[in-house]
Nanobody
Framework: QVQLVESGGGLVQAGGSLRLSCAAS????????MGWYRQAPGKQRELVAG??????TNYADSVKGRFTISRDNAKNTDLQMNSLKPEDTAVYYC????????????WGQGTQVTVSS
């Protein structure tokens, strides 16, 4: 099993920045890809950014150029969010996968990000 714990959410004004962090523990040797998802009220959970074991990244069109995902060898991952918009308001979830970040095997508990206009 893998445990994921997010931190760094909060309230920020539009145009501001936040950095989310995700600490992985447990059987992290099985993890090859990690990602960040978000779910806004009344909407489906969506992929925000993903990174595989080789360092290749993928971003949702809505966050390209504003968000940056990174990871370290300990399978921790961060999401740097700049130029935040009110539509970025959501609960953000860290995800870890054995194969692809598009099909996570493990989820964090989520952290709230609220962007005020």
């Amino acid at each position: 099993q893998v445990q994921l714990v997010e931190s760094g959410g909060g309230l920020v004004q539009a145009g501001g920045s936040l950095r989310l962090s995700c600490a992985a523990s447990g059987s992290i040797f099985s993890i090859n890809a990690m990602g960040w998802y978000r779910q806004a009220p009344g909407k489906q959970r969506e992929l925000v950014a993903g990174i595989n074991s080789g360092g290749t990244t993928n971003y949702a069109d809505s966050v390209k150029g504003r968000f940056t995902i990174s990871r370290d060898n300990a399978k921790n991952t961060d999401l740097q969010m700049n130029s935040l918009k009110p539509e970025d308001t959501a609960v953000y979830y860290c995800a870890a996968a054995v194969f692809t970040f598009r099909n996570p095997d493990y989820w964090g508990q989520g952290t709230q990000v609220t962007v005020s206009s």
